[in-house]
């Protein structure tokens, strides 16, 4: 059974705080993502991974980094953080199989909120 | 560019049938996912269509046509426990299996 694991639910930050949300999966996949989720905009991808040390931007990387060290391991950074930024982060995992019906599998969450 | 519309709300009465639409107009297509999102979960996997035609699994039910860029996500049968989020996702021809969501409908089931 897949799991992808955040390293919290809720996290409450001041404006300027450097944030970091971990996400760890146990399926040796060679894919990981960060989403954040805002209502009415859906699920938006913000940086994704193919490969340890490898990163691609993807539609909203401003304000963020990221770090992948470890295969199973995926951090996101919150340099300074913003009050735009609060919102659901989501992490999800893949493998590279991408000719079968292989899906993303997305861990519970964090809610953040920045002050 | 890359563009995947869904309604945003639906309403259905508990052991009705509804039909979820979503559109899309993408760069590449490399199959089309639908995911379940409760409120305050992460999204689940509920089913894949790479080919044209109507993929059935249980109670839920999808179908593709790709010359048309348009999928449904059809639920029979409905439950209480049904009211969620459904998110569209197209996965892309590269090998990184990068999904692009739409904004996801959300339906409520009412007795």
């Known amino acids: 059974d897949v799991k992808v694991t955040q390293s919290s639910r809720y996290l409450v930050k001041r404006t300027g705080e450097k944030v970091f949300l971990e996400c760890v999966q146990d399926m040796d996949h060679e894919n990981m993502f960060w989403y954040r989720q805002d209502p009415g905009l859906g699920l938006r991808l913000i940086y994704f991974s193919y490969d340890v040390k490898m990163k691609e931007k993807g539609d909203i990387p401003e304000g963020y980094s990221v770090s992948r060290e470890k295969k199973e391991r995926f951090s996101l950074i919150l340099e300074s953080a913003s009050t735009n930024q609060t919102s659901m982060y989501l992490c999800?995992?893949?493998?590279?199989?991408?000719?079968?019906?292989?899906?993303?599998?997305f861990g519970p969450g964090t809610r953040l909120l920045v002050l | 560019g890359q563009n995947i519309d869904q309604p945003t709300e639906m309403t259905a009465t508990e052991g009705a049938i509804v039909q979820i639409n979503c559109t899309y107009q993408t760069s590449g297509f490399n199959g089309l996912f639908w995911y379940q999102q409760h409120a305050g979960e992460a999204p689940t996997f509920l089913s894949y269509n790479v080919l044209d035609g109507l993929e059935e699994k249980g109670r839920f039910s999808s179908f593709l046509s790709r010359s048309k860029g348009y999928s449904y996500l059809l639920l029979k049968e409905l439950q209480m426990k049904d009211s969620a989020s459904y998110l569209c996702?197209?996965?892309?021809?590269?090998?990184?299996?990068?999904?692009?969501f739409g904004q996801g409908t959300t339906l409520q089931v009412k007795p």
């Open positions: 996702a197209v996965r892309d021809r590269s090998n990184t299996g990068k999904l692009i």
């Open positions: 999800a995992s893949s493998s590279t199989l991408t000719s079968s019906q292989e899906t993303q599998y």
